[in-house]
């Protein structure tokens, strides 16, 4: 018998669920603090919660039977990850359960601020009817542009179709046979902002998205576009904001997120061509049983059958396949970040190849450390060995796998190639002494590089002085080299140099070393 304990309240239908199967049995207990929830935790196989419950480490430690975490909503805040997966605990949430109720809400505000609706309802409950000045605008035949197109951007697009609007979008992660299929034209940023008539956010908030739409971007956008955000707080700079709202450099917003909840003192709260709700985005009711639904069958079907959807942390693994595998996990990890930072265009099939002795373990896990690499860096949400297929799957990124014993040069070698549209990306790799990871080819030019901290990688004329001149402007910079490699392609007239650095660069930094005359390309690469 699976014991699942309830310490938040979920749905009714989420709860019957669960009691109509076989070999559950379900223990409800709400309000606990941490000591309450530690006298009890360790009589269960999952914990079933919401926002309120706090899963810390000394609750992990009393929870000596708990095999899974489950959120009921998307925010895992409140659990100890680390120490969740470090008792080998499964923490899992439902990311799309509310997604059709975020969408519908980033649909109102546009409805809501193309007709003047918060104002013309204050006019009329104060005795007036000032028809000529609320004066609105239709949506349809407008732009509908969609930062960020996971699954809540795609049903706005899909909503947005059936407005009549045209519909672009930005996501340089989403391959693109997805944008074509639902419609939408793929756009970069500066031209997502600039054709916008409404612009609506849907991205997670992680350090590449924060402020992604600042000064320069409103500066961009036309005078009468409106914005929206029921993402993230902090996806907007709120000072550029007021400022493009309050000079009228664009005609309204609307607001579900802030940087600070609730925003209190905040100047936005004066200007009369914004519109605010309290973080609204998945409070409906077919939200919260939905959630609660969909928790619950992710449960059940963990514990009846091992599998673990939406889990954003790593299953336990025993000490064997840790030692067999652990080492070639870390290198094909390194290899896709390698892989991913060099692409300039989403990578929509991921090929990883085994040689020699790395093919004699299990190649489905290597591989898929390999996606984590080439993900982890672009979701809020941690990326891992459990949920990177879904993710990559999400992203229209497909996953090829192969392994020969047959070596090349070396006795055991990984290859790590990204496909894209018009480009490919390969990146091989090794283990010294079985142990030490080595970076030895980027796709034709062979180096061998320690693939570990900042690495500045370059594509330059192979020509006297041009190491020297990258020297130099790091020194310059007071930027310690601690290694460098350098290496040619046979036939070509192109050399690539990977240089190891003590601490990251800033972009004016990579700006003067891309200015050297013969380099084509820097790219820098955090491992």
Same mark, same amino acid.
């Given at each position: ?24 049995? !379900? ?18 196989? /999952? ?56 969408? +519908? ?61 045209? %519909? ?8 693109? +046979?997805?944008?074509?299929?639902? $419609?939408? &034209? ?14 609506? *956010? ?28 029921? =993402? ?8 550029? *904001? ?16 802030? +940087?600070? &909840? ?6 936005? *709260? ?22 609660? %639904? ?26 064997? &396949?840790?030692?067999?595998?652990? @080492? ?24 990883? =190849?085994?040689?020699?002795? /790395? ?8 591989? !898929? ?18 949920? /990177? &297929? ?18 090349? @040069? ?13 480009? @490919?990306?390969? =990146? /091989?790799?090794? *283990?010294?002494?079985?142990?030490? #990871? ?14 570990? $901290? ?7 004329? @192979?020509? #006297? ?38 601490? #990251?660069? #800033? ?14 390309? %820097? ?5």
């Amino acid at each position: 018998m699976k014991r699942i304990l309830i310490s938040d309240k979920l749905s009714e239908a989420g709860i019957n669920y669960l009691t109509e199967q076989s070999g559950i049995q !379900v223990h409800i207990e709400t309000g606990l603090d941490e000591d309450g929830l530690c006298n009890i935790i360790g009589d269960f196989d /999952a914990l079933l919660i919401r926002s309120d419950t706090k899963v810390t480490p000394k609750v992990l430690q009393a929870a000596k039977r708990l095999k899974l975490i489950g959120r009921a909503g998307i925010g895992v805040d409140n659990v100890d990850i680390p120490a969740a997966t470090e008792m080998g605990v499964i923490v899992m949430n439902t990311p799309d359960a509310n997604a059709t109720t975020t969408a +519908e809400l980033a649909i109102a505000h546009m409805m809501s601020l193309s007709r003047k609706l918060p104002t013309a309802d204050s006019s009329v409950r104060a005795g007036k009817w000032e028809r000529s000045k609320l004066m609105g605008a239709e949506v349809a035949h407008k732009t509908l542009a969609i930062l960020g197109f996971g699954t809540i951007g795609r049903i706005v697009a899909q909503r947005g179709h059936g407005l009549r609007m045209k %519909v672009i979008a930005y996501d340089p992660f989403v391959a693109p +046979e997805i944008f074509a299929d639902l $419609g939408v &034209e793929p756009v970069g940023l500066d031209e997502l902002v600039s054709r916008a008539d409404y612009l609506t *956010l849907h991205c997670p908030l992680i350090e590449k998205t924060k402020n992604i739409i600042g000064a320069q971007q409103l500066g961009m956008m036309k005078k009468s576009a409106r914005i929206i955000n029921c =993402a993230r707080g902090g996806l907007i700079d709120e000072g550029a *904001l007021y400022e493009a709202l309050k000079n009228g450099r664009i005609a309204g917003a609307a607001l579900d997120v802030f +940087e600070n &909840e609730p925003p209190a003192g905040s100047p936005l *709260l004066e200007l009369d061509n914004i519109v605010f709700t309290p973080h609204l985005g998945a409070s409906t009711s077919e939200a919260q049983v939905a959630v609660s %639904v969909e928790i619950a069958r992710q449960a059940v079907t963990f514990l009846q059958t091992g599998e673990a959807i939406n889990a954003i942390n790593l299953p336990r693994l025993s000490a064997e &396949e840790l030692q067999k595998s652990q @080492d070639y996990m870390n290198l094909a990890t390194k290899l896709g970040k390698v892989v991913v930072g060099l692409a300039t265009q989403p990578i929509e099939k991921l090929e990883v =190849a085994l040689f020699g002795r /790395a093919a004699e373990v299990e190649t489905h896990p290597i591989s !898929v450390a390999a996606l984590v690499g080439v993900l982890a860096d672009q979701f809020s949400t941690p990326v891992n060995r459990v949920n /990177a &297929e879904n993710i990559a799957k999400r992203q229209g990124i497909s996953l090829i796998e192969s392994k020969t014993t047959e070596t090349e @040069d070396y006795v055991s070698l990984i290859r790590v190639t990204g496909h894209s549209a018009n480009q @490919d990306i390969s =990146a /091989a790799g090794v *283990l010294l002494g079985g142990h030490h #990871p080595r970076l030895i080819s980027i796709n034709h030019f062979d180096i061998e590089v320690v693939p570990e $901290g900042t690495l500045l990688i370059t594509r330059h004329d @192979d020509r #006297p002085g041009v190491i020297s001149a990258i020297s130099a402007v790091l020194g310059n910079a007071n930027i310690n080299i601690t290694r460098m490699q350098v290496g040619t392609a046979d036939s070509q007239q192109q050399a690539m140099a990977v240089i190891s650095v003590s601490e #990251p660069v #800033p972009e004016s930094l990579l700006k003067q070393l891309h200015d050297v005359p013969p380099v084509q390309q %820097v790219t820098q690469i955090n491992l």
